[in-house]
T-cell receptor, first 113, second 117 residues
Framework: DTGVSQDPRHKITKRGQNVTFRCDPI?????LYWYRQTLGQGPEFLTY????????KSRLLSDRFSAERPKGSFSTLEIQRTEQGDSAMYLC???????????FGSGTRLTVV | AQSVTQPDIHITVSEGASLELRCNYS??????LFWYVQSPGQGLQLLLK??????LVQGIKGFEAEFKRSQSSFNLRKPSVHWSDAAEYFC???????????????FGRGTQLTVWP
């Protein structure tokens, strides 16, 4: 069990640029979740996958956001035309069938300047 | 709609003192309740969870929480706080799992714990 891995740990980008984050879940975990956490707030749900199927998306996930999990293993979260309001910690978590809890990664901190 | 309220944004306690962090939830059915801890710049670590059964649940690091349905509360407690407990604590509520796997969680805004030596 190597834990949930997120890459990069930090990303600074200029407004209007596109960014992509990667999440590698624990290998036997079939569910993968993305959350966003802004300063002073708790994590807010963005989306989750069961294997390669995206089962639910939050209204927070605007048209500029897209997430994929093409082979049911790692996942990517892309933000197009970044805005300053996108600055946040993006957290990935995974879970397996029968285990009622998440394992979180350390997150990717995005700063849009 | 599901929601979680953590009324205390910041709590300060002395090392060795007891601790109680409050959490109130809003959910129509039997909730699945969680407490997570987050150290600066890190992801969240699960402390404990409640689904059913005994309303007093034990977690890691000496923490426990009590589910009180009548008060819609799930308060976190520790009898003696250590300096290493300083962190941010999040309460979360979720729906019962579908297909034996958990769906989305709703988190409170967190309580920052400071521990004085």
């Amino acid at each position: 069990d190597t834990g949930v891995s997120q890459d990069p740990r930090h990303k600074i980008t200029k407004r209007g640029q596109n960014v992509t984050f990667r999440c590698d879940p624990i290998s036997e975990h079939n569910r993968l979740y993305w959350y966003r956490q802004t300063l002073g707030q708790g994590p807010e749900f963005l989306t989750y996958f069961q294997n390669e199927a995206q089962l639910e998306k939050s209204r927070l996930l605007s048209d500029r956001f897209s997430a994929e999990r093409p082979k049911g293993s790692f996942s990517t979260l892309e933000i197009q035309r970044t805005e300053q309001g996108d600055s946040a910690m993006y957290l990935c978590a995974s879970s397996r069938q029968g285990y009622y809890g998440y394992t979180f990664g350390s997150g990717t901190r995005l700063t849009v300047v | 709609a599901q929601s979680v309220t953590q009324p205390d944004i910041h709590i300060t306690v002395s090392e060795g003192a007891s601790l109680e962090l409050r959490c109130n939830y809003s959910y129509g059915a039997t909730p699945y309740l969680f407490w997570y801890v987050q150290s600066p710049g890190q992801g969240l670590q699960l402390l404990l969870k409640y689904f059913s059964g005994d309303t007093l649940v034990q977690g890691i690091k000496g923490f426990e929480a009590e589910f009180k349905r009548s008060q819609s509360s799930f308060n976190l407690r520790k009898p003696s706080v250590h300096w290493s407990d300083a962190a941010e604590y999040f309460c979360a509520v979720g729906s019962p799992p579908r297909g034996s796997t958990l769906g989305r969680l709703y988190f409170g805004r967190g309580t920052q714990l400071t521990v004085w030596p």
